[in-house]
C-alpha cells in the first residue's frame, strides 16, 4: 500500500533495464566476435600445418584422421563457440555463488552443507555413469555424419563416370548404408541422452522440496518469517544450478569432447609429421644437384608392406630423357612419387633439383578454380605474361579455340568439367611450354590423347631446353628418349638404350 515506495522501485527498475539492454546485447556481440576471431586464427594456424611439408597427401594414407575437410572447417567452428560459450557459463556460475552464498548462509548453514554435498553427488554420478559412453557415441556420430556427406560428395565429383557405369543402384546403396550407420549411431545416442535426461530432471525437480522440508521446522517454530522460505528456495536453486553447470550441460559437453578429440587427435597427427614422427623405418634420403640421380633406391609401400623397387641406380643427364616402362602396378607411378619426394618409404638417395627446376604432370591433370590465364600459369599464377604469348602456348598444343570457347582469359569456369580429359593434358603440357622447367616428369600425362596429338606434345616438349622423364605404354614415345627403365613389378628392373629397345608390354 506504499505508493511512493513502489513508484520508486519502478523508477530504479527502468533504469536498470535501460542499463541491461545494450549488456546484453554487446555480451552476445562481443562472445561471438571472439570466437570468430579466435576461429580465423586456428583455421589458419591448422591449415599451415595442413599444407606444410605435404602432409595433406601423407594423411591420406592414415586410416585413423578420416575427414580432414570437416575437422578444419566443422570441428575448428564448434571448438570455439562452445569453448567461449563454456567459459562465459562458467564465469557466470561463478559470480552466482558469490551474490547468493551469503544469502543462503546467513539463513540456513545446514541448507548450504546439503547443497555442496548433493551438487558433489550430481557431478558424480553425471560424469561416472554417462560421460565415457556419451562422448564415444558423439565422437562416432561425428565421424559417420561425415563419412555420409564424403559418400555424397563423391557422387557429385564423379557424377559422369558412375552414369556411364549405370552404377545409380550400387551407388544408393552405399550412400544408405552410411546413413544406416548414422541412424544406428544416433538412436543408441538419443537412448542413452533419455537415461541423462531422466537423472538430470529427478535430480534437478527434487531440489524443490529439500529446501523447504530442511528450513520448516525454523519456520513453523516461528524462528523464520514465511518469505525466507521463498527466498531460501530461491537462493538454493541458484546456487545448485551454479554448481552443477556441468551436470546441466552435459549432453552438448559430451558432443563438445568428441570435437575436442577429433581436434586433438588431427593437431596431434599434423604435428608428428612435421617431426618426422611419422614415418617409420627406414627413408629415402634426398640431395640437390642439377641433375636427376637415383642412387641404390629400393622403394617401398609406405606402410612398408611391399617393395616395388631394389636398388635402382640410375642417372638422366641434360637433354638425355628417360622412358619408365613396365607391368601394371610394377611401381612406374610410384618411383616417380619418390622422386618427387610424395613417397619417403625405402632407402637409398635421390638427388634432383630443386623441386621448383621440375615440373609433374599426373595422368589425370589438376584443373584449379579460376580463370583460364590461371589454369595456365599454375601452379605460379602470379607470373606477367602477355595474352599473345599464352594465345601462341594454345596454338603449340593444338587448343587454338579454347579462349573464344570459354570467354577469354579472365573467364572462371569449371574447367574439369568444360574441357575433355584430353584437353586438360594438353594444356597441362601448355603450363610446361610457359614454366621451362630443367625436369619435366609426365606420368601417362598424353595416355588420352591420340597418337598424332600425342607426337605434336612430345614434339614441342623436346624443342625446349627441359629434359622428359615419362611413364608410358606407348612404343612410338621411345624416339623421344634415350634411357629406358624396365620395371618388372617383382623388384627387379632393367636399363637399357631406347634405341636397342623394342617392345614395350
Given at each position: 500500500m506504499d505508493r511512493v515506495r513502489f513508484w520508486h522501485?519502478?523508477?530504479?527498475?527502468?533504469?536498470?533495464?535501460?542499463?541491461?539492454?545494450?549488456?546484453?546485447?554487446?555480451y552476445y556481440y562481443i562472445r561471438d566476435r571472439l570466437a570468430v576471431s579466435w576461429r580465423r586464427w586456428l583455421t589458419h594456424h591448422f591449415l599451415g600445418q595442413y599444407f606444410k611439408n605435404r602432409a595433406y597427401y601423407e594423411l591420406t594414407f592414415n586410416q585413423s584422421i578420416d575427414n580432414p575437410d570437416q575437422r578444419i572447417s566443422v570441428d575448428v567452428n564448434t571448438f570455439t563457440q562452445k569453448?567461449?560459450?563454456?567459459?562465459?557459463?562458467?564465469?557466470?556460475?561463478?559470480?552466482?555463488?558469490?551474490?547468493?552464498?551469503g544469502i543462503l548462509w546467513a539463513i540456513s548453514k545446514t541448507l548450504v552443507i546439503f547443497l555442496g554435498l548433493y551438487a558433489i553427488l550430481g557431478t558424480l554420478v553425471t560424469f561416472g555413469v554417462f560421460g565415457k559412453p556419451l562422448i564415444a557415441l558423439n565422437f562416432q556420430q561425428l565421424r559417420r555424419e561425415a563419412d555420409f556427406r564424403f559418400s555424397l560428395i563423391r557422387i557429385r565429383e564423379n557424377a559422369e563416370a558412375i552414369a556411364f557405369y549405370q552404377g545409380?543402384?550400387?551407388?544408393?546403396?552405399?550412400?544408405?548404408?552410411?546413413?544406416?550407420?548414422?541412424?544406428?549411431?544416433?538412436?543408441?545416442?538419443?537412448?542413452?541422452?533419455?537415461?541423462?535426461?531422466?537423472?538430470?530432471?529427478?535430480?534437478?525437480?527434487?531440489?524443490?522440496?529439500?529446501?523447504c522440508i530442511i528450513i520448516a521446522p525454523r519456520v513453523l517454530s516461528g524462528e523464520l518469517e514465511v518469505g525466507r522460505v521463498v527466498q531460501a528456495v530461491g537462493a538454493f536453486a541458484a546456487m545448485l544450478s551454479a554448481l552443477t553447470v556441468f551436470v546441466e550441460n552435459f549432453e552438448s559437453l559430451s558432443a563438445f569432447a568428441a570435437g575436442i578429440e577429433r581436434l586433438h587427435t588431427f593437431s596431434k597427427s599434423l604435428a608428428e609429421r612435421q617431426a618426422g614422427q611419422a614415418k617409420p623405418g627406414s627413408t629415402i634420403a634426398r640431395l640437390e644437384q642439377p641433375r636427376l640421380e637415383l642412387d641404390r633406391v629400393t622403394l617401398q609401400t609406405p606402410n612398408y608392406q611391399r617393395t616395388l623397387i631394389t636398388?635402382?641406380?640410375?642417372?638422366?643427364?641434360?637433354?638425355?630423357?628417360?622412358?619408365?616402362v613396365g607391368a601394371s602396378g610394377g611401381g612406374k607411378s610410384s618411383l616417380l612419387r619418390a622422386i618427387a619426394g610424395l613417397w619417403n618409404s625405402g632407402?637409398?638417395?635421390?638427388?634432383?633439383?630443386?623441386?621448383?627446376?621440375?615440373?609433374?604432370?599426373?595422368?589425370?591433370?589438376?584443373?584449379i578454380l579460376g580463370t583460364l590465364r590461371s589454369q595456365l600459369l599454375y601452379p605460379m599464377v602470379d607470373r606477367d605474361i602477355s595474352n599473345e604469348e599464352l594465345s601462341q602456348v594454345l596454338a603449340q598444343v593444338n587448343l587454338p579455340d579454347i579462349v573464344a570457347r570459354c570467354g577469354g582469359f579472365d573467364a572462371e569456369l569449371d574447367f574439369g568439367k568444360v574441357l575433355s580429359v584430353g584437353e586438360q593434358q594438353r594444356l597441362a603440357v601448355a603450363r610446361v611450354l610457359l614454366?621451362?622447367?630443367?625436369?619435366?616428369?609426365?606420368?601417362?600425362?598424353?595416355?588420352?590423347?591420340?597418337?598424332?596429338?600425342?607426337?605434336?606434345?612430345?614434339?614441342?616438349?623436346?624443342?625446349?631446353?627441359?629434359?622428359?622423364?615419362?611413364?608410358?605404354?606407348?612404343?612410338?614415345?621411345?624416339?623421344?628418349?634415350?634411357?629406358?627403365?624396365?620395371?618388372?613389378?617383382?623388384?627387379?628392373?632393367?636399363?637399357?638404350q631406347a634405341k636397342d629397345y623394342t617392345t614395350i608390354e
Open positions: 522501485s519502478m523508477r530504479v527498475f527502468g533504469i536498470v533495464l535501460i542499463a541491461a539492454v545494450p549488456i546484453y546485447a554487446f569453448s567461449l560459450t563454456f567459459l562465459l557459463e562458467v564465469v557466470g556460475a561463478i559470480l552466482t555463488l558469490i551474490a547468493f552464498s545409380e543402384a550400387d551407388e544408393a546403396a552405399h550412400v544408405k548404408q552410411r546413413f544406416t550407420e548414422v541412424f544406428g549411431n544416433y538412436k543408441k545416442l538419443i537412448m542413452r541422452t533419455l537415461g541423462l535426461n531422466l537423472f538430470q530432471y529427478g535430480y534437478s525437480f527434487v531440489t524443490l522440496i529439500f529446501p636398388s635402382v641406380t640410375l642417372a638422366v643427364d641434360k637433354g638425355e630423357g628417360l622412358l619408365i632407402s637409398g638417395t635421390i638427388m634432383r633439383p630443386k623441386l621448383e627446376q621440375m615440373l609433374f604432370l599426373p595422368q589425370r591433370p589438376y584443373m614454366t621451362k622447367p630443367h625436369y619435366v616428369v609426365l606420368d601417362e600425362a598424353t595416355s588420352a590423347l591420340d597418337v598424332q596429338n600425342e607426337e605434336t606434345l612430345y614434339a614441342q616438349l623436346m624443342s625446349t631446353s627441359s629434359t622428359i622423364v615419362s611413364v608410358a605404354h606407348r612404343s612410338t614415345l621411345l624416339k623421344h628418349h634415350k634411357h629406358v627403365l624396365e620395371v618388372v613389378g617383382d623388384g627387379t628392373w632393367h636399363l637399357g
